[in-house]
């Protein structure tokens, strides 16, 4: 297609002619985000390394602008793509300003002399990045956070049309995870550049990418939106998952139900169940659920969590087989919890296990003091 910068035709990637993955065809756009998402060892870094040249392909074609990758000159290669790797680099007695001006050297020749228009370009790129203020510190001295950034600044004072980066937000907590990314896409946006990186955190993943491409089992299992790669147990599946799962409707990972017969019965509905189901998982007691529609927010967590759960069909009344199967099972749990503060109209029917338990003395107080 017209806008992709890269693309790659029957890739081979590897190590010493022996190939790791095979049959590797897929574009990235400029505009766009591509992350690569895949399990420990599956060669989500050994493609990276081939997409920049540290590692020559096995096989197949690499193009960059039409051009096959293998015949441009270093200096082309070094103008037209970016990379930011795995590991924290620790360039001795350069401040960030120094570091972020080592992307300008593939347009200073030899002496690497920066002119004005590459100063300007160092403090514009700075600026982008909000690295400003860190101009003449240390680069051994900043927080991990601050070095990502710094290291963009580089990568983007280099005017790419490809940037790589391998597991960018790796050292970062969870709010310099989003800034980062954040930022990373407005100016992939901004600038029309083609971004490539792999990321460990699906949930970002799910959230940030424009193409998401799965790498498992020596091949590219799937590439394609995040919407059609993060469905139903895909993901699980992808990473071998044994003990638990990948919601994909939450974008997170759910622990692995407590098998047994129920202990406990959790009333839930409209999310107030959630938090009761994870901490019954965490304390490896078995429960019963319900009775949900399956068009519940707390329907995906119930379905991964209780031992055994009661639904009716998405929207419909709480009501017949699945209401008595659920109060059979309710008047043998030791506890019932109530996790919704009201009943409505559709889940109403559910006021039958609450009554059963209140006579029965196995409701929880502080479920029964929100029910007159």
């Known amino acids: 297609m017209e806008d992709a910068f890269l693309q790659t035709e029957g890739l081979s990637v590897g190590y010493g002619g022996v190939p790791v993955i095979t049959g590797i065809d897929f574009a990235a756009h400029s505009g766009k985000v591509l992350t690569l998402i895949g399990p420990n060892g599956a060669g989500k870094s050994t493609i990276l390394k ?50 972020v001006a080592t992307g300008r050297y593939p347009y200073t020749g030899r002496l690497g002399i920066l002119s004005a228009e590459d100063r300007r ?64 896409r407005r100016l992939v946006r901004e600038k029309g550049i083609a971004a490539v990186l792999s990321l460990h955190e699906l949930d970002l993943a799910q959230r940030f990418a424009d193409t998401v491409l799965c790498v498992s089992g020596g091949r590219v299992d799937r590439v394609g939106t995040p919407e059609e790669i993060f469905q139903g147990d895909y993901v699980a599946r992808l990473y071998g998952v044994e003990h638990g799962g990948y919601d994909a409707l939450f974008g997170g990972v759910e ?25 019954l998982q965490r304390e490896r007691v078995p429960f019963a659920a319900g009775v949900l529609q399956r068009s519940d927010l707390d329907y995906p967590v119930a379905s991964a969590l209780a031992a055994e759960l009661f639904t009716v069909p998405p ?6 087989p699945a209401l008595d199967a659920a109060l059979a099972r309710a008047s043998r749990c030791s506890r019932v919890v109530c996790a919704v503060p009201a009943f409505g109209p559709l889940n109403e029917g559910n006021r039958a296990i609450l009554d059963d338990a209140r006579r029965r003395g196995v409701l929880e107080e502080n479920a029964a003091q929100r029910f007159p």
Do not use: N, W
């Open 50 to 99: 081939t997409l920049i040249r540290q590692l020559s392909p096995v096989g197949g074609t690499v193009y960059l602008g039409g051009r096959d990758m293998a015949a441009m000159p270093a200096l082309d290669m070094a103008r037209s793509t970016a990379a930011v790797l795995t590991g924290r680099p620790a360039p001795e007695l350069m401040s960030c300003g120094d570091v």
């Open 121 to 184: 370009i160092v403090a514009e790129s700075m600026e982008l990045v909000q690295v400003s203020e860190l101009r003449d510190r240390d680069f051994e001295r900043i927080s991990d956070g601050q070095r990502q950034r710094v290291l963009l600044a580089r990568a983007i004072c280099q005017e790419p049309k490809l940037l790589i980066m391998d597991e960018p937000t790796s050292f970062l907590d969870i709010r310099h995870k989003l800034d980062f990314l954040h930022l990373l």
């Open 255 to 279: 622990c692995e139900k407590v098998a047994g017969t129920p202990e406990v019965f959790v009333i839930g509905g409209g999310g107030g169940g959630i938090p009761v189901y994870r901490k």
């Open 315 to 320: 929207f419909a009344p709480v009501e017949g």
